[in-house]
Structures are given as structure tokens and as C-alpha cells.
């Protein structure tokens, strides 16, 4: 892991905010704890763009250097499964795939409330908001925001609405 001493922080960034991005910069690897301080661990190179300092086999401990090693080798390996049997991909991509949950469609009983005002917004007269109340026992705001959201967004229901003059404003399905 290449590591270079960092040249510290902002004066500006103190307390508990500087603490707070000390974390996140270490949760990201981007920064490693050195004795006392912190270096800038390889990931933060390569998330800055700037080259990784040549790093001395001699400062590099043999736990790190067997995990490069380590490293290095399942890299080769997951480059090697590239070429891999098209029959096996085939069967990994059916499975993927069988994971999914369907989309289903949304359903309506017969008997439901819903359904009763679908069926009077279908009539050719059409229905108002009154007479929906009635037939329902819901309050005004709960028919319109039905016609929102289950009807429109949910079902994908078209509502018109029409106001004879001197009367009240009448809804029907398009």
C-alpha cells in the first residue's frame, strides 16, 4: 500500500468537524492512520488522479506484501473468468433474472369501495363529489385524493371533470 506522510489539514477545519472528515476520508481508505498522524493511503491517490509514490520493498511489511500478492492473484483470476464458458454465463444470467420479483398489476375486487367508484365515474352521467361521499361514507378529501393517487397514478385512470354553470362540478373516466 503506498503511503506518503499528508501535509496535515485546513487550520480552518477544527473540533468536531475535523474529526468527522477524518472519518469518512479512513471509511473510504482513502487515508491510514500513522502513529501518531494520518498518511494518504493508495485509494486516495488514485481518487486525487495524482500518481502513487514509488513505495520501497523495504518499508512495505511481509503481511502487506503477501496481501498485494494475494490481491494481485484474484485479480488475475476474475480477469481470467472473462473467457469463461458461454453456456455457464447463460445459465448465471437465466438465474439473475428469475430473482426479480414480477411487476404485478394492480388488482381490484368487485365489491370494494374503489371499484363502486369506478363504476359510478363510468356511468355516462358521470359522478360528483357528493354523490360519491354518499355512496362511500368517505369525506370530500379522501374522494379527491383517491382520484390522485389510486386512480390516476396507480391505475393510470384519465379523470375529466365538467361544471355545468349553476351546478356542481361533475367527474367521469375518459
Known amino acids: 500500500m503506498a503511503r506518503r506522510k499528508g501535509a496535515g489539514h485546513p487550520d480552518n477545519i477544527k473540533g468536531g468537524a475535523r474529526k468527522k472528515v477524518l472519518e469518512g476520508m479512513f471509511n473510504r481508505a482513502l487515508i491510514t492512520p500513522d502513529g501518531e498522524g494520518w498518511c ?91 354523490q360519491i361521499c354518499t355512496a362511500t361514507g368517505w369525506q370530500a378529501h379522501t374522494v379527491r385524493g383517491t382520484f390522485a393517487g389510486a386512480f390516476k397514478k396507480k391505475l393510470g385512470l384519465t379523470i375529466v371533470s365538467d361544471k355545468p354553470q349553476g351546478g356542481e362540478r361533475v367527474y367521469r373516466i375518459a
Do not use: C, W
Open 40 to 130: 494518504v493511503a493508495a485509494e486516495g491517490y488514485d481518487a486525487l488522479g495524482m500518481k502513487r509514490p514509488h513505495v520501497n520493498a523495504k518499508h512495505i511489511s511481509k503481511f502487506e506484501a503477501k496481501l498485494d500478492a494475494i490481491i494481485a492473484n484474484a485479480e488475475a483470476a476474475q480477469d481470467d473468468t472473462a473467457d469463461a464458458d458461454p453456456e455457464l454465463e447463460s445459465a448465471v444470467a437465466q438465474a439473475e433474472a428469475s430473482f426479480k420479483t414480477p411487476v404485478k398489476a394492480p388488482r381490484t375486487r368487485d365489491n370494494s369501495k374503489q371499484a363502486e367508484v369506478i363504476r359510478m365515474l363510468q356511468r355516462p352521467e358521470g359522478a360528483t363529489i357528493g
